[in-house]
């Protein structure tokens, strides 16, 4: 839950618990990225796109605004973590897979996506 400041004006969050315009766009390449993934059900080995490392080199971003955005997107409940185990790795690493919430959300990203204007352009000229 996200604090609020008290004033006659309606509640708004403090610009530090806001995301920012990056973490926006970072936490909708991650929504995608997530729904992208092939699913893998609870207790199979995952593969290393699903990490945190995986996102960050798949999306080409830093570890830490993934890490970042990663744990807002959890707190949210958009996203769930689980310790499993990952092809080609010699230990069990934290997996992230969408929540319902979270399937609910990418269809309504990519949904936004296919009516922007820019992307109609671009359907239109293929």
Known sequence: MRETVASADP???????????EELQISARIILHLARQPGSDRGEVSTVSRTQ????E????????VSNCLQRLVKG?????????????WKRLKIYRLTPEGERLARHILESLD????RSKVHRSL
């Open 115 to 118: 009516a922007s204007p820019a």
């Open 11 to 21: 509640v708004v969050a403090p610009s530090h618990l806001l995301p920012t315009r």
């Open 58 to 65: 798949a999306l080409r971003s830093s570890t830490g605004a």
């Open 77 to 89: 409940g958009v996203v769930e973590v689980e310790l499993a185990h990952v092809l080609h790795r």
């Open 53 to 56: 490392a995986g996102m960050a």
